[in-house]
């Protein structure tokens, strides 16, 4: 796969989290990053940066109780048995797995690099970023996928919790980190004003909820892990064009863009990348160079020289009719219903 990107009008450059990338399409957190030959791959086809597959928190602690474990065994048996205990770093860890990986993509792809972790609360796991940094990412991408299960704590406090936990992040490395977030906030600009305060560089939106469904037969609750379809971009570009009014923060959307045509609403919304999973899984390389060459065309065809001068046109502050992004909408929408349900004629 050659030289897929022959022609380099118009220039698709996006600055994002400090970067300055080739492309706004950008590999999302997926298995994609486990095989160096095919993140390769997405590089020749045009990616501009990829990010790794998460380490979770709940790894990471459990890794380090399973170093006091062993440390406390060996003392049981000893009253002296601390002087053999073998020395934490030695130990060989899914974490040590998560460095070696990256060192690999590293050493074989030109373009940045992004961790991932993935986590809710703050505590002792957060020092791994450090060594994630060390490493040789370019950032670091947080994902806090929550789950609040607990009537006892308040979203206030949820909130408390996270905005201590990025901080935490935020304060062990230096390179830039990025908060990959859920949709469910009271308020979505509110929370990221505050990421914005502790010196978080950028956020992703959104993070997909995989909802399990329920087994009928043998009254079960089933995983299930689905692809996206175009139906998940417009909670995301309503984020985005709201967002990119707030907020000084790098924009990266994450769900539902399967083409050029998705790509480009993204960007007039006001995201500096497009982060894209499902269907790079399903359709390999060659679907990111057709994400590529269509939304190069789609520029050219409205005769914008850069992606960049695309970017934000409908977002609440520029739209000619700021009300489609406001509750305004809603309210037409539903009145709409008088011109033309779906699968009524209008009148
Ligand atoms: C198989 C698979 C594994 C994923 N693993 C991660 C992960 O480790 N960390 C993460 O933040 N997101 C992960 N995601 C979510 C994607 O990064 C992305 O946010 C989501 O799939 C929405 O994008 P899409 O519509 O292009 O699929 C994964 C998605 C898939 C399909």
Redesign the pocket.
Known sequence: MSNLISDNRPDLRTEWLGLTLKSPLVV????ISRDPDMAAAFEAAGAGAI?M??LFEEQLVEEQMAVYRLIDSHTDMNAEATSFAPAAPGLSFDGDDYLRELTQLRQRLDIPVVA?L?GTTPGGWVLYAQRIADAGASAL?L?L?DVATLAIESGAEVEARQIELVASVVASVSIPVNV?LTPFYASVPAFVHRLEQVGVRGV?VF??FYEPTIDLDRLEVRRS?T??TEA?LPLRLHALAVLSTTSELSLAC?????GGEDAARAVLCGAHVV???????AKGPEHLHRVHTDLRAWLARKGYATSAEARSLLNLDRVPDPSAWTRMNYIRTLEGWRDGPPGRKPR
């Open positions: 999302a957190a997926s298995p990010v597959h998460s991932s993935n991408e994902n996928y990959k992703t993070n997909r892990l692809s996206s998940e994450s769900g539902g863009v399967h982060q894209l999973a499902s269907s790079l899984m």
